[in-house]
């Protein structure tokens, strides 16, 4: 399987309003998570490309929706949602971001997936939760990412899947879990073959 089209993502704009965003044709895939989940350095990992989402290291600087085209054969993009939690942000600012997500989320249609990343030493947090549910509701395929699996031992990252994947047995939605390290890139070829699966 050829998954080095990746490689070749571009950055198409940033878009403070869901009305502002591309046509609402082909497939895309949402990534979202907490705002200190390292959300860019996945997205950068993925890519192959250090440079495509600006990573901080203050929490909650993707303050727009992110739109990145991905060159494959089918019209395909890749969006990165603002970080939810808690942002160095208003309140109202913040709430602001949440309205945009869940229009987002609402109204697109051609979404064929919501990429879910979490810290993995501090997963399932309620926002977290909130978003599974959403996306079980809809049934709309679901890839949950536990990054920085650097940060713990095997046996650790064992457990916490293992805990996590009985959490969401109950989910008749498809989901994956995965553990990746967006420094190490581990786990990233697992997450690009379950995108293509999905696309």
């Known amino acids: 399987m050829d998954k080095t089209y990746f490689n070749n993502a571009k950055f198409i704009g940033s878009y403070p309003n869901t009305e502002d965003l591309p046509a609402d ?76 997500i869940e229009k987002y ?15 993995i030493r501090h997963p399932l947090k309620e926002d977290d939760e909130n978003l599974i549910d959403w996306c079980e509701s809809k ?18 990252i064992a457990q916490t899947v293992s805990k996590a994947t009985k959490e969401l047995n109950k989910l008749s939605t498809k989901h994956f879990i995965i553990p990746v390290s967006a420094t190490k890139k581990t786990g990233i070829n697992l997450l690009l073959e379950k995108i293509d699966e999905m696309n």
Request: aromatic content about 6%; proline content about 3%; overall charge positive.
């Open 25 to 100: 044709q082909g497939s895309e895939i949402a990534f979202c998570g907490r705002s200190n989940c390292g959300k860019s350095s996945i997205l950068n990992a993925l890519t192959n490309n250090k440079k495509l989402a600006k990573t901080s290291k203050t929490p909650g600087r993707t303050q727009s929706i992110n739109v990145f085209e991905i060159k494959s054969n089918s019209e395909f993009k890749i969006i990165d949602l603002p970080g939810y939690g808690y942002a160095k942000v208003s309140k109202k600012m913040r709430a602001s971001w949440g309205q945009e």
């Open 105 to 119: 989320l609402m109204t697109r249609q051609c979404l064929s997936a919501l990429c879910i990343i979490m810290d």
């Open 139 to 156: 049934d709309l395929p679901m890839i949950l990412l536990l990054n920085k699996a650097d940060k713990l031992s095997k046996s650790q």
